[in-house]
Structures are given as C-alpha cells and as structure tokens.
C-alpha cells in the first residue's frame, strides 16, 4: 500500500509558477506509474499529467502541455509537478495518484490518491 501526501501550492498571479510535490510512503514507489489530475467543485477529475515508474516517459494533457512539466525522483519516493505560465483557468485543486497503468488519463486506473492540494491564479 501507498500513501501520497501532498505539498506546494497556494496563491500566484497570472504568469507566474508553483511547483508541487507529493511524497510517497512505501518502498515501492518505483513499481508505480503516478499522475496528476485536477478537479473543480461539480466537475469530473480532470487528467494534467503522468510519468512512468522509470520517468522514461511522460504524458500531458493538451492544455497543460508546454506549461507543465512532470518529473520524479525516486531515491526520494516523490513525483513533482512544475507549473510554469499559470493562467486563471488553471485555478482548482489539485492530486496526485498512484496507478499501474503507464500514461493512464482515466482517473478510474489510479488506486492511491493524495489529498489534494488547492492551486489560485489571480488575473
């Protein structure tokens, strides 16, 4: 079993950049392939990012791509999300998940989620 515990975030205006991250307990972070998604109040999990166990591959949604960047480091069992170019409608909270699937977009192939984290871009 994994837990994920989340960190970063807060308030930013437009243009400018957060960095979350999120730790894992377990000594088997590495067999797992993490994501980030995103979720507004009455809105469906929304898929950001993803990164295979190895972070030899990495995975974006359309709207984030360019902005975004996903990396890992597991000798300290944590996944990152660097957020560049913040715009207003990147305002919401923010997950990370554990999963087996590799690139998986489909919140439904994650099994560990993080508490989230609440993400505020100012106009």
């Known amino acids: 079993q994994v837990q994920l515990v989340q960190s970063g975030g807060g308030l930013v205006q437009a243009g400018g950049s957060l960095r979350l991250s999120c730790s894992a307990s377990?000594?088997?972070?590495?067999?797992?392939?993490m994501g980030w998604f995103r979720q507004a109040p009455g809105k469906e999990r929304e898929f950001v990012a993803a990164i295979s166990w190895g972070a030899a591959s990495t995975y974006y949604a359309d709207s984030v791509k360019g902005r975004f960047t996903i990396s890992r480091d597991n000798a300290k069992n944590t996944v990152y999300l660097q957020m560049n170019s913040l715009k207003p409608e990147d305002t919401t909270v923010y997950y990370c998940a554990a999963g087996y699937y590799r690139g998986s977009s489909s919140a439904n192939q994650y099994t560990y989620w993080g508490q989230g984290t609440q993400v505020t871009v100012s106009s």
């Open positions: 377990g000594r088997t972070f590495s067999s797992y392939h």
